[in-house]
């Protein structure tokens, strides 16, 4: 069997649709998007077309869509220029404890570098906020409310509309990282009282390196980049016409197909933990089980040994799945997410997230726990937490 690869929430390879779009932009829509010569003005038209594109897909006016490289520099964008632009208003930011390392650790510098002050507020198993916990948490001083629609470990839907009413309700403004979620869940700025969304093209089958940053209008942001004239002068610097067309093909086809999508990736996932746990003795399912998660993620610990340990006999198998966060997968620490949910120390190092894409199959499922069958026995027969642990199991 050919390499089967369970990390999309990582990233997901560009769709043919993508590519075919983003093909002419090399070699014959070449132009600078900003010349006023013809070549120039054939490029800006496909940006601007790709704005729309973006626009239609999460309720939005063209003019509040801004390109950056990716999520991780939207998000930077937000916490940054909303700390420069209300800065007379208060120093204050609400956000949770399982935000993607690009808020939290950006939040981290700006607590040391410009003396903010944070308020991260926690989840309950599932990985869910509590709303009274947001209202309590708010104060004058308050100048953004953070949120992720989808958490990338686990899947957790938050209750955006609802976070986005509390803050609006408050006269604060609501930022939610999206960059997981525009695949599988229908998002409208205006409906779910959104002020600042970002998105990531490689997250929903188009190229990497390529962003969005959506700006509600008439709200206050400081400048991201200078030097340029680019993206109403927020911006600057040379357009990635390239990466500009494939995000606006690509978020096209997300909503195009969403529907489609979400029961193959539903049936896959259900399909598979059903399978891990009824083959499978003592592992622990991370998140919810409700309607309220993502149709591609599951998480699991398995108890006695290592996550690491699993995932490199997985990938000597030939299957490519991830421990945590691609962006923090490197560390040896445990996923702070899980640790958040209050899921103990030595689970959270077990755990694994298993992501699924659109091309894979029931056949690659079975493969998967087989292989997690064989892997599992083996390295819990060489474990000596396994050896002394007298039939039970972790309190969670």
Request: hydrophobic share 35%; aromatic share 6%.
């Amino acid at each position: 069997m050919d390499r089967i690869y369970l990390d999309h929430s990582a990233t997901t390879p560009v769709s043919q649709e993508v590519l075919q779009a983003m093909m002419p932009c090399f070699t014959e829509v070449y132009g600078n998007g900003s010349s006023q010569h013809s070549h120039g003005r054939d490029a800006a038209k496909l940006i601007d077309i790709a704005r729309k594109q973006v626009a239609d897909a999460i309720g939005a006016k063209s003019s509040e869509i801004y390109f950056t490289g990716g999520g991780t520099e939207s998000d930077n964008w937000v916490v940054r220029g909303v700390v420069e632009a209300y800065k007379t208003k208060g120093n204050h930011i609400i956000t949770t404890a399982i935000e993607h390392p690009a808020l939290n650790k950006t939040l981290d510098e700006l607590i040391r570098s410009h003396g903010i002050e944070v308020t991260k507020l926690g989840v309950d198993k599932e990985g869910f906020i509590s709303l009274e916990e947001l209202k309590s948490a708010i104060r004058p001083t308050t100048i953004l409310v953070t949120v992720m629609t989808a958490n990338n470990e686990i899947g957790t839907y938050q209750d955006i509309a609802a976070i986005g009413k509390i803050a609006h309700d408050n006269k604060v403004l609501f930022h939610t990282d999206a960059v997981q979620a525009i695949c599988s869940f229908g998002i409208n700025v205006v409906e779910q009282n959104v002020d600042f969304l970002s998105l990531s093209a490689h997250k929903f089958y188009g190229p990497k390196g390529i962003g969005v940053l959506y700006r509600k209008n008439g709200i206050k942001l400081g400048k991201h980049i200078t030097g340029g004239e680019q993206e109403r002068s927020m911006r600057a610097g040379t357009h990635n016409t390239a990466g500009i067309v494939g995000l606006g093909k690509a978020i096209e086809i997300a909503v195009r197909d969403r529907d489609a999508n979400n029961k193959h990736l539903s049936e896959l996932r259900d399909y598979f933990v059903s399978e891990v746990e009824s083959k499978i003795p003592n592992v622990y399912y991370n998140g919810t089980k409700g309607n309220n998660r993502m149709p591609s993620i599951a998480n699991f610990s398995f108890e006695f040994i290592e996550g690491e340990s699993i995932l490199l006999r997985l990938d000597l198998a030939g299957i490519s799945v991830s421990s945590g966060s691609a962006c923090s997968s490197g560390s040896l620490e445990p996923s702070h997410c899980l640790l958040a949910t209050g899921l103990p120390i030595e689970l959270a190092h077990g755990s694994l997230r298993f992501s699924f894409g659109i091309n894979n199959t029931k056949d690659q499922v079975d493969y998967v726990v087989e292989s997690l069958i064989t892997i599992i026995d083996s390295l819990r027969q060489l474990s000596p937490l396994f050896a002394m642990k007298d039939g039970g199991t972790f309190n969670v």
